[in-house]
């Protein structure tokens, strides 16, 4: 079982950025599609970005221009640098693995304050 230990949540001002990572184990990293999800108080988990194993990206429309993701192989991590945060991304965002099935990372709180 791949093992998902996300970091970089916080509470920051509207306009302001932060970095998420994500740290899988195992060595498979590089053949499995990595993702973001999130999930806001009351709503469904959606989709924020994806990554595939060879580096496609893909972003939900509400974040694009202001969000990327990345991988870094040799550290079986991946990456979403998010900048211009506004307080409708308030929400636990989670990483996301892909292979043969999902595996989930515990989840990190992002606030964004007006």
């Known amino acids: 079982q791949v093992q998902l230990v996300e970091s970089g949540g916080g509470l920051v001002q509207a306009g302001g950025s932060l970095r998420l990572s994500c740290a899988a184990s195992?060595?498979?990293?590089?053949?499995?599609?990595m993702g973001w999800y999130r999930q806001a108080p009351g709503k469904q988990r959606e989709l924020v970005a994806t990554?595939?194993?060879?580096?496609?990206?893909n972003y939900a429309n509400s974040v694009k221009g202001r969000f990327t993701i990345s991988r870094e192989y040799a550290k079986n991590s991946v990456y979403l640098q998010m900048n211009s945060l506004k307080p409708e991304d308030t929400a636990v965002y989670y990483c996301?693995?892909?292979?043969?099935?999902?595996?989930w990372g515990q989840g990190t709180q992002v606030i964004v304050s007006s």
């Open positions: 990554i595939t194993y060879g580096g496609s990206t």
């Open positions: 195992g060595s498979l990293f590089s053949r499995a599609a």
């Open positions: 996301n693995y892909r292979l043969e099935n999902d595996c």
